[in-house]
Protein backbone atom coordinates (compact mmCIF):
# COMPACT_ATOMS: atom_id res chain seq x y z
CA UNK A 1 0.00 0.00 0.00
CA UNK A 2 0.73 3.58 -0.57
CA UNK A 3 -0.89 6.20 1.98
CA UNK A 4 -0.66 9.91 0.57
CA UNK A 5 -1.90 11.76 3.45
CA UNK A 6 -0.12 9.89 6.30
CA UNK A 7 -0.61 12.40 8.98
CA UNK A 8 0.24 10.52 12.09
CA UNK A 9 -0.32 6.93 10.58
CA UNK A 10 -3.53 5.77 12.91
CA UNK A 11 -4.10 2.97 10.51
CA UNK A 12 -1.11 1.45 10.66
CA UNK A 13 -2.21 -1.52 13.17
CA UNK A 14 -5.28 -2.60 10.12
CA UNK A 15 -2.78 -1.95 7.66
CA UNK A 16 0.31 -4.26 8.85
CA UNK A 17 -2.50 -6.82 9.56
CA UNK A 18 -3.25 -7.16 5.89
CA UNK A 19 -0.32 -6.21 4.09
CA UNK A 20 2.44 -6.92 6.57
CA UNK A 21 5.92 -4.44 5.94
CA UNK A 22 4.60 -3.43 3.03
CA UNK A 23 3.45 0.16 3.14
CA UNK A 24 4.72 3.79 1.81
CA UNK A 25 3.36 6.40 4.37
CA UNK A 26 3.63 9.96 2.61
CA UNK A 27 3.06 12.96 4.52
CA UNK A 28 3.36 16.44 4.04
CA UNK A 29 3.31 18.53 6.92
CA UNK A 30 6.85 17.74 8.58
CA UNK A 31 5.69 18.50 12.27
CA UNK A 32 4.28 15.09 12.39
CA UNK A 33 6.98 13.19 11.03
CA UNK A 34 8.45 12.41 14.69
CA UNK A 35 4.98 10.95 15.19
CA UNK A 36 4.06 9.44 11.99
CA UNK A 37 7.62 7.75 12.42
CA UNK A 38 7.29 6.50 15.84
CA UNK A 39 3.12 4.83 15.16
CA UNK A 40 4.50 2.95 12.08
CA UNK A 41 8.24 2.12 12.27
CA UNK A 42 7.36 -0.70 14.48
CA UNK A 43 5.48 -2.35 11.64
CA UNK A 44 8.31 -1.71 9.43
CA UNK A 45 6.87 0.60 7.44
CA UNK A 46 8.66 3.50 5.46
CA UNK A 47 7.52 7.23 6.10
CA UNK A 48 8.83 9.69 3.09
CA UNK A 49 8.00 13.46 3.69
CA UNK A 50 6.86 15.11 0.52
CA UNK A 51 4.26 17.68 -0.71
CA UNK A 52 2.57 16.22 -3.33
CA UNK A 53 0.75 18.26 -5.79
CA UNK A 54 0.53 18.37 -9.89
CA UNK A 55 3.41 20.82 -10.46
CA UNK A 56 7.06 20.01 -8.70
CA UNK A 57 9.11 22.93 -7.47
CA UNK A 58 5.84 25.00 -6.99
CA UNK A 59 5.98 27.26 -3.13
CA UNK A 60 2.80 27.40 -1.96
CA UNK A 61 1.14 27.74 1.53
CA UNK A 62 0.23 24.58 3.67
CA UNK A 63 -3.34 26.13 5.74
CA UNK A 64 -3.47 24.47 8.95
CA UNK A 65 -6.57 23.61 11.05
CA UNK A 66 -7.49 23.64 14.27
CA UNK A 67 -8.35 19.42 15.02
CA UNK A 68 -4.65 18.45 15.28
CA UNK A 69 -3.98 19.44 11.50
CA UNK A 70 -5.86 16.67 10.33
CA UNK A 71 -7.34 18.72 7.79
CA UNK A 72 -4.44 21.01 6.78
CA UNK A 73 -4.23 21.77 3.14
CA UNK A 74 -2.18 22.29 0.32
CA UNK A 75 -4.88 23.42 -1.57
CA UNK A 76 -6.10 26.09 0.48
CA UNK A 77 -8.14 27.67 3.48
CA UNK A 78 -11.24 25.88 4.87
CA UNK A 79 -14.14 27.50 3.30
CA UNK A 80 -17.23 29.38 5.29
CA UNK A 81 -19.38 26.48 4.39
CA UNK A 82 -17.30 23.54 6.08
CA UNK A 83 -16.77 25.39 9.38
CA UNK A 84 -20.32 25.02 9.05
CA UNK A 85 -20.55 21.49 8.51
CA UNK A 86 -17.90 20.40 11.02
CA UNK A 87 -18.65 22.52 13.79
CA UNK A 88 -15.99 24.51 15.68
CA UNK A 89 -12.77 23.46 13.15
CA UNK A 90 -10.45 26.67 12.11
CA UNK A 91 -8.71 27.15 9.71
CA UNK A 92 -5.07 29.23 8.84
CA UNK A 93 -6.67 32.12 9.47
CA UNK A 94 -6.35 31.40 13.47
CA UNK A 95 -3.56 28.35 13.10
CA UNK A 96 -1.49 30.12 10.09
CA UNK A 97 0.29 28.59 7.11
CA UNK A 98 3.40 26.80 6.24
CA UNK A 99 5.40 27.40 3.05
CA UNK A 100 5.80 24.26 1.36
CA UNK A 101 7.81 23.29 -1.88
CA UNK A 102 5.65 21.00 -3.79
CA UNK A 103 7.16 17.61 -5.60
CA UNK A 104 5.00 15.34 -7.79
CA UNK A 105 4.92 11.63 -8.32
CA UNK A 106 7.47 11.42 -11.30
CA UNK A 107 10.17 13.44 -9.38
CA UNK A 108 9.24 11.44 -6.03
CA UNK A 109 9.40 7.76 -7.77
CA UNK A 110 13.08 8.78 -8.63
CA UNK A 111 13.78 10.10 -5.52
CA UNK A 112 12.58 6.95 -4.02
CA UNK A 113 12.56 4.40 -6.67
CA UNK A 114 10.74 1.52 -3.91
CA UNK A 115 7.33 3.95 -4.81
CA UNK A 116 7.29 2.34 -8.22
CA UNK A 117 7.21 -1.31 -6.99
CA UNK A 118 4.97 -3.72 -8.26
CA UNK A 119 4.24 -4.92 -5.18
CA UNK A 120 2.27 -1.36 -3.82
CA UNK A 121 -0.58 -1.55 -5.79
CA UNK A 122 -3.19 0.18 -3.22
CA UNK A 123 -2.72 3.63 -3.55
CA UNK A 124 -4.89 5.44 -0.73
CA UNK A 125 -4.92 9.26 -1.08
CA UNK A 126 -6.23 10.94 1.87
CA UNK A 127 -4.59 14.89 0.69
CA UNK A 128 -7.40 16.98 2.23
CA UNK A 129 -8.55 18.25 -1.36
CA UNK A 130 -5.50 17.67 -3.04
CA UNK A 131 -6.87 14.37 -4.69
CA UNK A 132 -7.56 15.55 -8.20
CA UNK A 133 -4.07 17.49 -8.69
CA UNK A 134 -2.40 14.34 -7.19
CA UNK A 135 -3.94 11.99 -9.35
CA UNK A 136 -3.40 13.74 -12.09
CA UNK A 137 0.50 13.58 -10.88
CA UNK A 138 0.45 10.21 -10.73
CA UNK A 139 -1.54 9.56 -14.11
CA UNK A 140 0.73 11.40 -16.17
CA UNK A 141 2.96 9.79 -18.90
CA UNK A 142 6.75 9.29 -18.80
CA UNK A 143 8.70 9.76 -15.81
CA UNK A 144 9.08 7.21 -13.19
CA UNK A 145 6.82 4.43 -12.17
CA UNK A 146 3.85 3.32 -14.13
CA UNK A 147 1.33 5.80 -13.45
CA UNK A 148 -2.35 4.49 -12.02
CA UNK A 149 -1.47 1.67 -14.18
CA UNK A 150 0.63 0.14 -10.80
CA UNK A 151 -2.51 0.17 -9.36
CA UNK A 152 -5.36 -2.21 -9.02
CA UNK A 153 -7.37 -0.62 -6.29
CA UNK A 154 -7.54 3.22 -5.26
CA UNK A 155 -9.32 4.45 -1.87
CA UNK A 156 -9.67 8.38 -2.45
CA UNK A 157 -11.33 10.85 0.30
CA UNK A 158 -13.29 13.76 -0.97
CA UNK A 159 -15.96 15.55 -1.40
CA UNK A 160 -19.23 16.60 -3.28
CA UNK A 161 -18.97 19.97 -0.98
CA UNK A 162 -16.45 22.46 -1.17
CA UNK A 163 -14.30 21.80 1.98
CA UNK A 164 -11.43 23.88 0.98
CA UNK A 165 -11.00 27.24 -1.37
CA UNK A 166 -10.08 25.91 -4.43
CA UNK A 167 -11.17 22.08 -4.86
CA UNK A 168 -12.08 19.64 -7.18
CA UNK A 169 -14.72 18.22 -6.41
CA UNK A 170 -15.89 14.35 -6.53
CA UNK A 171 -17.28 14.63 -10.43
CA UNK A 172 -13.78 16.07 -11.86
CA UNK A 173 -12.27 13.30 -10.01
CA UNK A 174 -14.38 10.21 -10.89
CA UNK A 175 -13.88 11.50 -14.89
CA UNK A 176 -10.17 11.67 -14.72
CA UNK A 177 -9.87 8.19 -13.27
CA UNK A 178 -12.67 6.82 -15.73
CA UNK A 179 -10.09 7.86 -18.16
CA UNK A 180 -7.86 5.43 -16.51
CA UNK A 181 -10.15 2.35 -16.19
CA UNK A 182 -10.83 3.16 -12.88
CA UNK A 183 -14.61 2.45 -11.54
CA UNK A 184 -16.78 4.05 -8.32
CA UNK A 185 -17.65 0.09 -8.30
CA UNK A 186 -20.40 1.05 -5.23
CA UNK A 187 -21.32 3.79 -6.80
CA UNK A 188 -21.02 6.03 -3.62
CA UNK A 189 -21.24 9.76 -3.75
CA UNK A 190 -20.92 10.98 -0.50
CA UNK A 191 -21.22 14.67 0.93
CA UNK A 192 -17.54 13.77 1.84
CA UNK A 193 -15.74 10.17 2.35
CA UNK A 194 -13.53 7.83 1.20
CA UNK A 195 -14.58 5.95 -2.03
CA UNK A 196 -13.11 2.79 -3.75
CA UNK A 197 -12.51 2.52 -7.21
CA UNK A 198 -11.54 -0.46 -8.49
CA UNK A 199 -9.29 -0.61 -12.31
CA UNK A 200 -11.36 -2.76 -15.05
CA UNK A 201 -10.18 -5.00 -16.76
CA UNK A 202 -10.56 -5.26 -21.00
CA UNK A 203 -12.94 -7.18 -21.05
CA UNK A 204 -15.14 -4.26 -18.54
CA UNK A 205 -15.07 -6.76 -15.32
CA UNK A 206 -13.24 -5.50 -12.36
CA UNK A 207 -9.76 -6.54 -12.88
CA UNK A 208 -9.63 -7.46 -9.09
CA UNK A 209 -12.57 -8.05 -6.30
CA UNK A 210 -13.26 -5.54 -4.77
CA UNK A 211 -15.10 -7.03 -1.10
CA UNK A 212 -11.44 -8.08 -0.62
Given at each position: MVH????????????????????VWIECNPSVLPSLEANVGGYGHTVVQACLWNVAG???QFHLTSNDAQSASIVGNLT???K???????GSETQGVVTMTTTDWPALCKEHPMLANEKYNFLVVDAQGGEYE???????PGGAG???AQFTRLLVEYSNNSIYEGQRLQPDVESLLAQHGFVNKH???PPHGDVLYVRQAPDGETAVDASS
Open positions: IGAHRGQEAPWYAARVGRNVEVREESVMFSGLQILEAVARQGLKFY
